[in-house]
Structure formats: structure tokens, C-alpha cells
């Protein structure tokens, strides 16, 4: 079967149509309006990735209150576990505001006081969130269109090219009628979102294929094993409760969250899904909810989601669960939020001209410390991190220059990957990728295996990922679309190897990783970051350890 392959140029290729991408693109154009920028969606730009898919929230500093310097002293000891990025910490918290200003300047719609100050709620310790609308990537597309930025939609980016140890291009192809595109571009922006899985339907769109793409580049990844959040749901309607870990009891009564907590979080700990596991184990559940009774002000809650696009998704999500969720019996969904793409502070990746801002990188940024991509404990910080290091990630590619000369693109290269890339469609018989995709879903989804882990555990989850494996190296496809999830499911069995290899090696427990095994955190022998690396079709590990002494805030011992 023969597909028609076409070239493209560009200066600057953005990979992925979310809020990511979307932002980069216009601060590109905005420092660079020269600068010949291609946007790249395998869906709709505007209308992909998480941030318009109902949770919307942007975290906010009061920094006229909240000091950085508190926060990051806050943040080191209490979330990140001395595992985090200080300086770059430092920076994201300091332009908060900054990042506001910019979105409120792209049209994005932020519920405002009567006195026009932002409307805010407190989360936790020196935190808050601003609720926002879901028409956010489309405010910001429309921003991008304005100032040139050109877009492919339903345009599926496969493979990085790389030329000379430098970023030349991509290869992509179109979900409607598998047309192949072959990219040249002088600089590659990755913004292709986390890996979750595919089991929560609000964080489905991350699927984990840009982290593919860049491990097979030769890109390394880091702290691949943060990529384990789950998040408490009402067992008959999936519906998440916010801050649910809050108000757990369990069919005796007993107010379970005093086992593991002290104070409200600004997010869920991981320890409250160890609380579930060991009380269901005992013969103490269900696990079960009960708020008490809340007092509110008067019309708070109308100005705090004030989201007048986003109005009818929410009342018919209202509608839908309204029979089945007054039963307050909650469970763990896993999500996962796998982002382990490692980037400089420049948001540049190992491999030069080639930079992943956002989901893609949250947690191979370094920037949180040990714990998931957003929200792993930071509430309202994933759509701001995606902001945050779009307006870096320009900033640098503004100060290195795109440059004068595309790199030369490897022919050899791209026959390969066009090769691997229609295999599926080749073939006649084979597994189809929902059974990969169902195994590793399997692998991961049980939260004794994936967030309250043990060796033994593990070893089980990861005997899954390697039949999975074996599985994925034999899928066949009947049309594009099915050819799109075998690419997917691809990504996902990599990255659940990852993630299980890591963590069996991180032997300690430290921020929201928990080993029951290995319950006290070493920080003499695990003050380190794990770094993955293809090597020549292996997967090679080596450690890092971390910078701790060049930073401000340090470990007692």
C-alpha cells in the first residue's frame, strides 16, 4: 500500500494544539514575528489536550503575601521532597502574575471581583486557584492565528528526526486519509501532553506518543517514576471529588484522613490512596465520604466558576451523574501523568534544537520534585506550568536564534520510520491495539501496583508489560485511525516499562512514591534523579544526583 509522502518547512515546528503549543506559538511570534511558526495537531488545535476538558483551574500567589523564597522553602519540604528544580521553581512561582497578564492579553476569560481583582480560593498553605474558562485554547488559537502562526490539523507527528546529533524534523501523517509529511524545521517545540493511560476520560488525551518519539530520538527522560497519580472517584458515577482525601471515613465511622493527614493540602496526597488500600485490605471499607456541614458565601460559588462557555458541559455532566452521585463511596482511579521528556532550564531536551514544554516535560523539568505532573499536589499548577514554560521555552529560543540554515535531513532516516510507521497497515493478521492497550491498563490501573507499591507487586505488573510488549511488536490496522492507536498503544507499553524499571530501582519512598518495602526516604543514597536513555534499541538507566548544594533550601541530614 502505497501513501502519498509530501514535504514541509518551517522554522519553528510546535507539536501539539493545547494550551502548551498553542501559548508557545504566540509568544514565538510575539518575540519573533518573522519566524515561519507550524503548529501540528493529530486532533484540532484549540480543541485538544486537558486544559478544556472541565477541570480549568490555574493556581495563584498572592506575591504581595507569599514571598517565592516561602513558597519554594514550603514546596521543597512538604511536596517535592528535595527532589525538585529550586531555581526553576523559584522562577515559575515569581511570574505568576506574568503569566495572567498574558493570558487575560489573549482574550482568556478570568472570573474578576466587583473591584476587579481576580477572584481566587484558597487550596492550602500559601496557595490558591483561579477557576477559568474552557474556551482557554480557543482564546489562545484565535490569538495565534492573529499574529500568522499556521496550523495542520488531524496531523499525527510519529518520529523526531535528528541530523548530526541536532533536531531536523519530524515525520507525521494524517488521520483522515494517512497522507505521510515529511517536516524539515529548524527548531522542534514538543507539547504533545503526559501519558495517563487512557483510564480517566478527563485526562484521556494524554497518550504518551510525544515521549515515544523523543525516547526514540535519543532524547533521555527523568523521573519517569512520578508518572503514578490517581485520584479518588465515587465508585457508581467515576466522578473525581475535589479534595476528597479530606473527609474519608471508612463503614465504621472512623475519620481515616487523620491517619495520614495533619492539615488540608492544596492537593491529593498519595497517602491517602495508601489509606484507602489499607483499609479496604483490613476488612474496614467501603471508603465513604462525608463533608459535615459547609458554609458558604452567598454567590461565591457562581463567581468561582464563572465559566459561561463551558456552562452546558457542566450541566449536562450535572444531569448524567445526578441519580448515582449522591452515593459518596469513593475508590482510586489511576490517571498516571507520566511527563518525563528531561529538559534544560531553557526547556531544551538532550538532543540540541529540540525543546518539550509542559505535560510532556513537567516532571523531566524537575521543576515539582517528587511527584506527578500536575495535579499531582499543586492544584490549578498544570495549565500555568504549560504557560509558564511555553513563555521559557520562546525566551530561549529567542536568545539561541532559529538560525539562517534548515539541517539536512537523513533520507535513509525517514525511509525507516515511514517503514515502521505503515507496518501495521501491512499487515493481515496481528493484535489489535485495544488488547495491548487493555493489558497494560491491567498492569497499571491496581493502586497496589502502581501507587502503593511492593517488589513483588511490581514484578507482577511488569511480567503484563512485557507480554504487552511482545503483543505491540505484532498489531495489524485496518484504516488510519486504528493505525493511530496502535502508535499510541506503542507509547504507552514504553512508558509503563519505564515506569516500572524506575521505580523498582528507586529504592526508598520520598514524596508521593510510596514502596511499602522501602518506607523511610535515603537521602545518602537516593538524593538522586534516575535518567533513561535508548542506547542502541536498550533501554540503558544511569543516576544523577542532585544539585542539592548549590540551591537555597537543603536536607537536615
Not at 517535592?80 to 511570574?95: I, K, N, P, T
Not at 476488612?283 to 456552562?311: K, M, S
Not at 532559529?402 to 499487515?427: F, T
Request: hydrophobic letters at 40%.
Amino acid at each position: 500500500m502505497e501513501y502519498k509522502k509530501t514535504a514541509v518547512s518551517c522554522d519553528i515546528l510546535v507539536v501539539g494544539g493545547g494550551i502548551g503549543g498553542l501559548s508557545c506559538a504566540v509568544s514565538i511570534k510575539e518575540r519573533i514575528p518573522g519566524a515561519d511558526v507550524l503548529v501540528i495537531e493529530k486532533q484540532t488545535a484549540g480543541y485538544s489536550g486537558k486544559a478544556n476538558k472541565g477541570g480549568g483551574v490555574l493556581q495563584y500567589f498572592d506575591l504581595d503575601r507569599v514571598k517565592p523564597e516561602e513558597f519554594l522553602g514550603f514546596h521543597v519540604n512538604a511536596i517535592g521532597a528535595f527532589l525538585g528544580d529550586q531555581e526553576l521553581m523559584l522562577r515559575y512561582v515569581s511570574m505568576n502574575h506574568e503569566m495572567l497578564d498574558k493570558l487575560s492579553s489573549w482574550g482568556v476569560n478570568l472570573p474578576k471581583e466587583p473591584d476587579g481583582n481576580y477572584h481566587v480560593m484558597p487550596t492550602g498553605p500559601m496557595t490558591a486557584m483561579i477557576c477559568v474558562d474552557l474556551d482557554i485554547t480557543l482564546k489562545v488559537r484565535r490569538q495565534a492565528e492573529k499574529l500568522g502562526v499556521r496550523f495542520m490539523d488531524k496531523t499525527a507527528m510519529t518520529d523526531i528526526l535528528v541530523t548530526d546529533e541536532k533536531a531536523s524534523g519530524a515525520v507525521a501523517f494524517s488521520i483522515l486519509d494517512g497522507e505521510c509529511y515529511v517536516i524539515s524545521a529548524k527548531k522542534i517545540v514538543l507539547a504533545t501532553g503526559s501519558q495517563n493511560y487512557r483510564i480517566g476520560s478527563m485526562w484521556s488525551s494524554g497518550r504518551g506518543d510525544g515521549i515515544a518519539a523523543a525516547y526514540r530520538a535519543g532524547a533521555e527522560m527523568r523521573n519517569a517514576e512520578f508518572g503514578n497519580f490517581a485520584q479518588l472517584v465515587k465508585v457508581k458515577s467515576h466522578n473525581e471529588i475535589v479534595f476528597g482525601e479530606n473527609y474519608m471515613y471508612n463503614a465504621k465511622g472512623e475519620y481515616i484522613t487523620a491517619n495520614f493527614l495533619k492539615h488540608r493540602e492544596s492537593d491529593i496526597n498519595s497517602n491517602a490512596i495508601r489509606e484507602w488500600y489499607l483499609q479496604m485490605t483490613s476488612g474496614n471499607g467501603p471508603v465513604h465520604l462525608d463533608f459535615g456541614e459547609t458554609q458558604q458565601e452567598e454567590g461565591a460559588l457562581e463567581r468561582l466558576w464563572n465559566r459561561p462557555y463551558g456552562r452546558k458541559f457542566r450541566e449536562l455532566n450535572d444531569s448524567a451523574g445526578a441519580a448515582v452521585d449522591k452515593d459518596f463511596e469513593v475508590c482510586p482511579m489511576f490517571i498516571g501523568e507520566q511527563s518525563p521528556v528531561k529538559v534544560d532550564n531553557g526547556m531544551q531536551t538532550t538532543i540540541d534544537g529540540l525543546y518539550a514544554i509542559g505535560d510532556v516535560s513537567y516532571s523531566g523539568s524537575a521543576l515539582p520534585g517528587a511527584v506527578p505532573a500536575p495535579p499531582g499536589r499543586n492544584r490549578g499548577s498544570g495549565i500555568l506550568n504549560a504557560v509558564f514554560a511555553a513563555l521559557v521555552c520562546a525566551e530561549s529560543i529567542e536568545k539561541k536564534g532559529v538560525g539562517d540554515k534548515r539541517p539536512a535531513i537523513n533520507d535513509e532516516q525517514v525511509q525507516c520510520c515511514i517503514s515502521k510507521l505503515y507496518a501495521p497497515l501491512e499487515r493481515e493478521k496481528g493484535y489489535a491495539s485495544k488488547e495491548v492497550i487493555a493489558l497494560i491498563q491491567r498492569a497499571m490501573a491496581p493502586v497496589e501496583q502502581s501507587v502503593y507499591m511492593k517488589r513483588e507487586r511490581m514484578e507482577k505488573a511488569l511480567e503484563a508489560v512485557y507480554e504487552a510488549k511482545k503483543m505491540a511488536e505484532n498489531m495489524s490496522a485496518s484504516d488510519t485511525h486504528e493505525l493511530m492507536s496502535c502508535i499510541e498503544a506503542q507509547a504507552m507499553v514504553l512508558s509503563a516499562e519505564m515506569q516500572y524499571r524506575v521505580s523498582l530501582m528507586r529504592e526508598e519512598s520520598r514524596g508521593w512514591f510510596l514502596r511499602e518495602d522501602y518506607p523511610e526516604t535515603d537521602n545518602e543514597n537516593w538524593l538522586k534523579w534516575i535518567i533513561v536513555k535508548n542506547s542502541g534499541g536498550e533501554m540503558t538507566f544511569s543516576t544523577e544526583d542532585v544539585p542539592v548544594e548549590k540551591w537555597p533550601v537543603k536536607p537536615v541530614n
